[in-house]
């Protein structure tokens, strides 16, 4: 019986359907050529990225039984945003310039905005009412 509240697993169904998301929208700009012909695509998928890792650290936290907090939020995301960008040095996406580091920060941010934007998202949602 639903009871308007979510769950652990509908809110990891939400980080999910977010990844699908986001997927297909790097897709669809990677395979037009959007990354390379408007400098706010990039933006923009950092931003969803960071929804997403916001939203799959908000899983963590709630499973692991620890404090969701704004602060852990970002931290995560970071650690995510971090990893991603260390992947694209390793594939040669990115190469060391004095550019790449000015993006790489602006990369970082826009994902710190996304789990920002995960975390209020998150404390909207209907919680699961306690037994007694």
């Keep these: 019986m639903y009871t308007g509240t979510m769950n652990l697993r509908a809110r990891f169904y939400l980080a999910l359907a977010t990844s699908i998301i986001v997927i297909s929208i790097h897709y669809i700009a990677y395979t037009l050529y959007l990354y390379w012909t408007f400098k706010q695509t990039d933006i923009f998928v950092h931003a969803l990225g960071g929804l997403?890792?916001?939203?799959?650290?908000?899983?963590?936290?709630?499973?692991?039984?620890?404090p969701e907090t704004?602060?852990?939020?970002?931290?995560?995301?970071?650690?995510?945003?971090?990893g991603w960008e260390v992947l694209?040095?390793?594939?040669?996406?990115?190469?060391?310039?004095?550019?790449?580091?000015?993006?790489?920060?602006?990369?970082?941010?826009c994902d710190c905005i996304g789990g920002?934007?995960?975390?209020?998202?998150?404390?909207?949602?209907?919680?699961?009412?306690?037994?007694n």
């Design 88 to 109: 694209e040095l390793g594939y040669r996406v990115a190469d060391l310039t004095p550019y790449y580091w000015l993006n790489m920060v602006q990369d970082l941010v």
């Design 70 to 82: 704004l602060f852990n939020v970002i931290v995560g995301t970071l650690v995510i945003g971090i």
């Design 116 to 131: 920002v934007l995960a975390f209020y998202i998150w404390k909207k949602l209907p919680e699961p009412k306690l037994q």
């Design 52 to 66: 997403m890792s916001g939203l799959y650290v908000l899983v963590a936290l709630r499973f692991i039984r620890y």
